[in-house]
């Protein structure tokens, strides 16, 4: 288990929808998010699993800790606040995992040379450390509930748990 682990947005709100955010907590322990992912991820108006979320900050394990402002501004001027917030912290904490779903936040953390993992390898090491019997059923929740991840990407995960 990583000793941090930072997520964006997208996974908590794509995970929160299939009611599986539970899943970080039993992989990770505690997840950090920033201010404004925090917002992203509870905003005003309400949305399927936006519940769960404010759960999670109420239980403990989704922190959303005062972070030092950080000078980084990336190569991609397309990224949101929250995947911007989410990388500039995880370049503060050498040796993190950032969870992080969209392509253009993906290849920024890559270029940055961070530690990935988006939420259909959340799901496929989840079942792999035992949390849920299998990962195809819940990978196969997240179209229908609002959550797009290419195919080939759910496929690889199938393929690497051997479902």
Same mark, same amino acid.
Request: with cysteine.
């Given at each position: #288990?990583?000793? &941090?682990?930072?997520?964006?947005a997208?996974?908590?709100i794509?995970?929160?929808r299939?009611?599986?955010l539970?899943?970080?907590?039993?992989l990770?322990g505690?997840?950090?998010?920033?201010?404004a992912v925090?917002?992203?991820a509870?905003?005003?108006?309400d =949305?399927?699993?936006?519940?769960?979320?404010?759960?999670?900050?109420?239980?403990g394990?989704? &922190?959303c800790?005062?972070?030092?402002?950080?000078?980084?501004?990336? #190569?991609?001027?397309?990224?949101?606040?929250?995947?911007?917030?989410?990388i500039?912290?995880?370049l503060? #904490?050498?040796g993190c995992?950032?969870?992080?779903?969209?392509r253009?936040?993906?290849?920024?953390?890559?270029s940055?040379?961070?530690?990935?993992?988006?939420?259909?390898?959340?799901?496929g090491?989840?079942? &792999?450390?035992?949390?849920?019997?299998?990962?195809?059923p819940?990978?196969?929740k997240?179209?229908p509930?609002? =959550?797009?991840?290419?195919p080939?990407?759910?496929?690889? &995960?199938w393929?690497?748990?051997?479902e």
């Open positions: #288990m990583r000793s &941090v682990v930072i997520a964006d997208g996974p908590l794509a995970l929160s299939i009611d599986a539970d899943l970080l907590r039993g990770f505690q997840v950090l998010v920033t201010t925090r917002d992203e509870l905003p005003p108006s =949305y399927p699993g936006k519940s769960l979320i404010a759960q999670a900050f109420d239980a394990w989704l &922190v800790p005062s972070l030092p402002e950080s000078a980084w501004k990336p #190569m991609n001027p397309c990224l949101d606040t929250g995947e911007r917030s989410a500039a912290a995880a503060q #904490m050498p995992l950032l969870i992080i779903d969209d253009a936040g993906r290849a920024e953390a890559k940055q040379h961070l530690s990935i993992i988006g939420t259909a390898a959340v799901i090491l989840a079942k &792999v450390q035992g949390l849920i019997p299998a990962a195809r819940v990978l196969e997240l179209r509930a609002g =959550y797009f991840i290419h080939s990407i759910i496929e690889a &995960v393929k690497d748990v051997e």
